[in-house]
């Protein structure tokens, strides 16, 4: 079932509870988008149905106004085509309402970023090695305005037999977009015209031979970026240069203990507001990476590993008020959620879950 025709759940199209929050969760099942209610007090998630039955949702991003709901869903074909989903909802009474759907550039669809205009929306396909541009209008996608199809690889020759472009992701002052490609050991810049959708090419960071580059995220100073390398477990400490977008290695931090030998793909990164905390997710060895962080430089002094909840931690945010971490654990088919002290950064070391189908994706409305 696509997007555009999805059916809404009964359940889904009420507010949420009365002292509560409404969080989407994205499934990689055919549930598509789930419902829950979030009570900040006591860090307790409520089931509330399904929000959009979508199949095969691996990521979920809002607008900045909080009106409309974007997702990236990784399957197959899409009307008759090798792509995968690009889908575009309205959110109402807490609820979503299916608006659009489009051919994604290929394959593998995992990913989708809008930028800080509200006008374009970027997606990146892992297995087909692309990206691609939308243009937005009210919550509506055109097609496709401009792609790219990858064909860089690294010497990962299990991971990295082809190009794998897995995030994407706009510099604080909007005019240039990155996308992080796994399997070619890149994060590929473009410079951004955010009235066209069209994307130029403007350079490139490379990484580190087989580290696999899979997100992109900016620290609130401005001028520092975290780049969490899923093959070999490290992060990329970047410093952004406002003058052409690029990308300068700092330092690198590695996240397994040193004793530490099997399989291990890190994947995704948690910053606090005030800039003076961030975390890493690390799946196989599950578990969650503290670090703190320097406001103004950005610079990492790690401090220690915690409880994921379950087992391959896909995606993790902080709850609005910061007390609470909530992890989406994948193999587990568990939402965890864990405390969270403001003022030393630490996690709580035993959590409590609620049962979530493939869990991706956590976003609070």
Known sequence: MTATAAALASSSTAFAAPGTQRVFVASGKPE???????????????????AAKVANVDWICFSRDRKYLYAACEVDSF?????????????????????????????????????RTGRVLLSADYGGGSAASFLVAEGKLSPVVWSEHYTVHGPNKDRQESAHAHFASFSPDNRYAYINDLGGDL?????LDANTAMLKRAGAYHAQPGAGPRTLHFHPN????????EL??????????????GLTLKSRIEMLPKDYHGDTRACDTVITKDGRFVYFANRDKDFLYACKADPVTGALTPMERSNCGGKI????????????????NQDSNLLSVFGRDAATGKL????????????????FL
């Not at 959110?91 to 290929?106: C, H, Y």
């Not at 931690?313 to 989406?328: C, G, I, K």
């Open 187 to 191: 994060i590929h810049i473009y410079a």
């Open 79 to 115: 009307r008759g085509k090798p792509t995968g989903e690009v889908a575009s909802f309205r959110l109402i009474d807490g609820g979503l309402q299916p608006l659009s759907a489009e051919n994604s550039a290929s394959t593998g669809t995992c990913h989708v970023a809008l930028d």
């Open 32 to 50: 598509g988008i789930l419902s829950y209610d979030w009570n900040p007090a006591t860090g307790e998630l409520t089931a509330a149905g399904v």
């Open 348 to 363: 709580a070391e035993k959590g409590k879950s609620v049962p979530a189908p493939a869990p991706m994706c956590i976003l």
């Open 232 to 245: 070999i477990s490290t992060v990329d400490v970047l410093e952004w240069t406002k003058a052409d977008g």
């Open 313 to 328: 931690p896909r995606n993790f945010t902080l709850d609005p008020t910061e007390r609470w971490m909530l992890v989406a």
């Open 222 to 229: 401005g001028h520092t970026a975290y780049s969490v390398n």
